[in-house]
């Protein structure tokens, strides 16, 4: 069965710092691209970064870009996303998730989910 | 960047009632569009992918058709597990989100 468990949020003051860590099992976790979504209070899903399988290739949305590191630990199935100089509106559920590309199907999908983890950026 | 608009924001319906959620992309996409099921405190679950295509264990009553620009999601027979936000998502660039659609209990 997958398995993706987040840990590392909490409340940090803005400006602060927090590494979020993704421990993965049940599946080849080298084989797959991995991403973390975030969703606001009320609000709905944003990407906000993600990385391929060998980590050759990253990207950030613009609202953390320069400020958040995405990274993985192929031998210990482990995704982590360091986040910098966070901000208020940086409050959120963070989720890992995993991308599946589908065989014989052009594009893929977040098929696998953590359980979320909230971050709350607050003075 | 691509920008993808859902209609309604929210609606509400019977359960039985056919429900049609709309998404629009600010430019083409192909079929290049996914759609996700979300519960009140849990993660999102992939319902359609590549427009039209069923995921694994998603009941047939769920839908999903367009091309493009426009796509929509049809839940033919809402059922009472039903009630739950619905998300689009292109899969063409750098996976944007819908916004949106509440589905609540008439």
């Known amino acids: 069965e997958v398995q993706l468990v987040e840990s590392g949020g909490g409340l940090v003051k803005p400006g602060g710092s927090l590494r979020l860590s993704c421990a993965a099992s049940?599946?080849?976790?080298?084989?797959?691209?991995m991403n973390w979504v975030r969703q606001a209070p009320g609000k709905g899903l944003e990407l906000v970064s993600s990385i391929n399988s060998n980590s050759a290739y990253t990207y950030y949305a613009d609202s953390v870009k320069g400020r958040f590191t995405i990274s993985r630990d192929n031998a210990n199935n482990s995704l982590y996303l360091q986040m910098n100089s966070l901000r208020v509106e940086d409050t959120a559920v963070y989720y890992c998730?995993?991308?599946?590309?589908?065989?014989?199907?052009?594009?893929?999908?977040?098929?696998?989910w953590g359980q979320g983890n909230l971050v709350t950026v607050s003075s | 960047d691509i920008q993808m608009t859902q209609s309604p924001s929210s609606l509400s319906a019977y359960v039985g009632d056919r429900v049609t959620i709309t998404c629009r992309a600010s430019q083409s996409i192909s079929n290049y569009l996914n759609w996700y099921q979300q519960k009140p405190g849990k993660a999102p679950k992939l319902l359609i992918y590549?427009?039209?295509t069923l995921h694994s264990g998603v009941p047939s009553r769920f839908s999903g058709s367009g091309s493009g620009t426009d796509f929509t999601l049809t839940i033919s027979g809402l059922q009472p597990e039903d009630f739950a936000s619905y998300y689009c998502?292109?899969?063409?660039?750098?996976?944007?989100f819908g916004g949106g659609t509440k589905v609540e209990i008439k």
């Open positions: 998502q292109e899969t063409d660039s750098t996976l944007t």
């Open positions: 998730a995993r991308w599946t590309t589908f065989i014989g199907a052009a594009g893929g999908g977040h098929t696998h």
């Open positions: 049940g599946f080849t976790f080298s084989d797959y691209s």
């Open positions: 590549t427009a039209s």
